[in-house]
């Protein structure tokens, strides 16, 4: 089966800039996860989907980040606007139910 | 959230057995134990999921004493490509309001 496909790969832009990242799950997946890992850190969730829904953003710095997933499918996630400890890799996940999550390898932003 | 402690890294030599052993003293009654090897520019690939006792796939097996304060990722007969980054992910799969946290990630070298 495909995987979770991720883009960009990489991205760089300067502070105050807007940024969004794309993520098409595993066919079939309900739940969809952004993650964001810091260099030499663990992931840490941003939100979590169950189909088009939110089940858990509590970490998402809603100020400046956003995430949607029109239709339950794809979906993305927004900054708006970037500041320098924004860098990282921002990762996406999906699952079925109670089943473990599938990542994509993927978006590194770098921000100048 | 789940408060995971992991060692920073290990050594080991190929043929040998590795366990590496996570500690998450706060897990709740529906908190799932699950562990991801990450290669650099890579997504965390899944390698076992566990709720108690003892679960043993192709690659790895995962001890969860009764009381569930801790799990050990046992990896038989490791070889050069088993070098990466191993994350215990700790959490309710199902979106409840403990979340999901990975640990800060065991770097295991593995030494011909």
């Known amino acids: 089966e495909a995987g979770v496909a991720q883009s960009p790969r990489y991205k760089i832009i300067e502070k105050r800039q807007s940024v969004a990242f794309w993520c098409n799950p595993i066919?079939?997946?309900?739940?969809l996860y952004w993650y964001q890992q810091i260099l030499g850190q663990g992931p840490k969730l941003l939100i979590q989907f169950q189909n088009n829904g939110v089940v858990d953003d509590s970490q998402l710095p809603k100020d400046r980040f956003s995430a949607e997933r029109l239709k339950g499918v794809d979906s993305t996630l927004k900054i708006q606007p970037a500041k320098l400890e924004d860098s990282a890799v921002y990762l996406c996940?999906?699952?079925?139910?109670?089943?473990?999550?599938?990542f994509g390898d993927g978006t590194r932003l770098s921000i100048l | 959230l789940a408060k995971i402690t992991q060692p920073i890294s290990m050594d080991s030599y190929e043929g040998q057995e590795v366990n590496i052993t996570c500690s998450h003293n706060n897990i709740a009654t529906n908190d799932y134990i699950t562990w991801y090897q990450q290669f650099p520019s890579q997504g965390p690939r899944f390698i076992i999921q566990?709720?108690?006792t003892k679960v043993t796939n192709e690659v790895a097996s995962l001890f969860i004493p009764a009381d569930r304060k801790s799990s050990t990722l046992s990896l038989p007969r490791v070889s050069l490509s088993d070098t990466a980054v191993y994350y215990c992910l700790v959490g309710d799969l199902g979106g409840g309001a403990d979340g999901l946290t990975f640990g800060k990630g065991t770097h295991l070298i593995i030494q011909p």
């Open positions: 566990g709720y108690k």
């Open positions: 996940a999906s699952s079925s139910s109670n089943q473990p999550q599938h």
């Open positions: 066919s079939g997946h309900a739940t």
